[in-house]
């Protein structure tokens, strides 16, 4: 079936160092929405990217949507420990009844 | 700020009994969702509603699993019998529409653990 790939499944840094995570489709997709999970949390949304090519930034995370619909990344720059916890690309496959649908997330953990 | 509620937090129970779960969504959100998510893994769209009817159930285990939003409010989602596999957190979520472009507000789930 339609599928939201995210890579990598886990990420530990330093703090201060970037990351970045990875969203791939295998079809276009319509959107990108972008959630974080505190360990014992629940997911709280943080973007939607829309357009082909479309950048946005939020403070020290910058969101990507790719030029054919179909990646999309966000990266951190100079991690904080607050940062900590699971990082889930969402979206709307081509062809789908408008089901969104997550990738397995990418964990982050920072050493302080 | 309005959010969605969820309860029991915790639940444990032994399999072959019937657990069920409630959840209130945000005021005047159209459509709800329930979600199963296993410990490292993306959550799983079990159901949907959008007001009072189920607009997307194909992944719910329908022998065993049901769900329901009779006034387009609140919602339960319970399992009959419940299953060792079914071990995981039910997370509920609300929209203002359905059509997959709007933020999904979570509530805090259910963890469930069948002994």
């Known amino acids: 079936g339609q599928q939201v790939m995210q890579i990598p499944q886990y990420q530990h840094v330093q703090e201060g160092e970037d990351f970045t995570t990875y969203c791939n489709s295998s079809?276009?997709?319509?959107?990108i929405q972008w959630y974080k999970q505190r360990p014992g949390g629940h997911p709280v949304f943080l973007i939607q990217?829309?357009?082909?090519?479309e950048v946005k930034k939020q403070k020290r995370l910058t969101f990507q949507f790719g030029e054919a619909k179909k990646n999309s990344s966000l990266h951190i720059t100079a991690t904080q420990t607050t940062d900590v916890g699971t990082y889930f690309c969402?979206?709307?496959?081509?062809?789908?009844?408008?089901?969104?649908?997550f990738g397995k997330g990418t964990l982050l953990t920072v050493n302080p | 700020e309005a959010e969605v509620a969820q309860s029991p937090r915790y639940k444990i129970t032994e399999k072959s009994q019937a657990v069920a779960f409630w959840c209130d969504p945000i005021?005047?959100?159209?459509?709800l969702y329930w979600y199963r998510q296993i410990l490292g893994q993306g959550p799983e769209l079990l159901v949907q509603?959008?007001?009072?009817?189920?607009?997307?159930d194909s992944q719910l285990p329908k022998d065993r699993f049901s769900a329901e939003r009779l006034k387009g409010v609140d919602s339960t989602l319970k399992i009959q019998p419940a299953e060792l596999g079914d071990s995981a957190m039910y997370l509920c979520?609300?929209?203002?529409?359905?059509?997959?472009?709007?933020?999904?507000?979570f509530g805090p789930g259910t963890r469930l653990t069948v002994t």
């Open positions: 979520a609300s929209s203002r529409q359905g059509d997959g472009f709007y933020e999904q507000y």
């Open positions: 079809t276009t997709l319509s959107n």
């Open positions: 990217l829309v357009k082909s090519g």
């Open positions: 969402a979206g709307i496959p081509g062809g789908s009844n408008y089901k969104l649908t």
């Open positions: 005021s005047g959100h159209a459509t």
């Open positions: 509603f959008q007001d009072e009817s189920v607009v997307d």
